[in-house]
């Protein structure tokens, strides 16, 4: 593995463990060249998964894009990093069990926004917003009205 301080290629394992949600391994590293120590993770994958773009473009699917979109809408709420990193598993969970080797992104959109919606009604909001492309207050008014009327059915 290659150190992100100084590039050596070579590295030692110094810890492994499971994550919480056991869908990954969680490695200490310590770089043979530097010192300098750092965290990797390994995933499963079943097989590669292209995600098709609203333009119609193609591209492999990347779970830290998942993961960052995920973490900007939930900045600042005070949720813990382990369930978010449980929401990101579940979706990721979801499209490869699909059973498909091409996911619109509009699917992903909304397993992303379902999980968001049982987690955090704010981060749900504004996941909405930019997945929605809100352009004006109003829309905002009215998605957040479907949204309290949903939690008091």
Known sequence: ??????????SQVKDSRPTEDNTAIRRRRQCD???ARFTTFERVQLREIFVVKSDGTRESFDRSKIDQSVVLACRKRGIAQERL???VSGVQRQIETLGESEVATKAIGEMVMEGLRG???VAYIRFASVYRDFAEAKDFEEFAGNVRDIGQE
């Open 33 to 35: 060249s530097c010192g």
């Open 1 to 10: 593995m290659r150190c992100p301080f100084c590039a050596h290629d070579d």
């Open 119 to 121: 987690l955090d009604t």
């Open 85 to 87: 990193d449980q929401l």
